[in-house]
């Protein structure tokens, strides 16, 4: 079956520069989430959009931010990166909100 | 806001045994969703067990269950016949019902368990 599509999978950044995270849903799901997971933590809400609109906001710095497209692919931006935005960037996506989140293999963001 | 709590941050277990992880949650709600997620070395976050907070009946899943006390506000996970494959991190996790409220569709996680499996 289908999963999410995270993309790139890893990524070097260094501080103050800019980086732009994808994600895929599964075809047909119409919900995309995003969540950070930094080293040894649980994994923390970012933001989420449904039907190409956001629903849902968490504590996503004012440095990031995301959209959905027509094709429901998602994308992430990250400027002016600080050390502590190194993390696993996780998205998720459903079939519609309410629904399984469903996760993607994650992007693992270094910022040195 | 809800809050999840997992007071094991290790466990571990003989393989073909049984072991059962702890999660209690805090919420006001009446009508939410609980689940265990489960993050082997790999990092990815797989949906082992879900268990709708309306529902009396636990959740089963082959060898995983779930003992869901709603008033006491606790969802362990148990794990029978524990394999090799086992070995992971564990996250209980919350979702609220009620989708027109912020924050709402987020999942809440708890700190995580590292489960041990030996062979």
């Known amino acids: 079956a289908a999963g999410v599509i995270q993309s790139p999978r890893h990524l070097i950044k260094e501080k103050r520069e800019t980086a732009t995270l994808k994600c895929y849903p599964i075809p047909r799901h119409d919900t995309v989430y995003w969540y950070q997971q930094g080293p040894g933590q649980d994994p923390q809400f970012l933001i989420s959009f449904y039907e190409k609109m956001q629903s849902d906001k968490g504590s996503i710095p004012d440095r990031f931010s995301a959209q959905q497209f027509s094709d429901y692919h998602s994308e992430l931006n990250m400027s002016s990166l600080e050390l502590g935005d190194s993390a696993l960037y996780f998205c998720a996506s459903s079939l519609k909100r309410g629904s399984e989140q469903y996760f993607g293999p994650g992007t693992r963001l270094t910022v040195t | 806001a809800q809050t999840v709590t997992q007071s094991q941050p290790e466990m571990s277990v003989q393989e073909a045994e049984t072991v059962t992880l702890s999660c209690t949650y805090d919420?006001?709600?009446?009508?939410?969703?609980l689940f265990w997620y489960k993050q082997p070395p790999s990092r990815q976050m797989i949906l082992v067990i879900r268990?709708?907070?309306?529902?009396?009946q636990n959740a089963t899943e082959n060898r995983f269950s779930v003992n869901f006390q709603k008033a006491a506000k606790s969802f362990s996970l148990k794990i029978s016949d524990s394999q090799l494959g086992d070995a992971a991190m564990y996250f209980c996790a919350y979702r609220s019902a009620s989708l027109g409220i912020q924050g709402a569709q987020k999942l809440v996680f708890g700190q995580g368990t590292r489960l041990t499996i030996n062979p």
């Open positions: 919420t006001s709600e009446s009508d939410y969703y």
């Open positions: 268990q709708e907070a309306y529902k009396q």
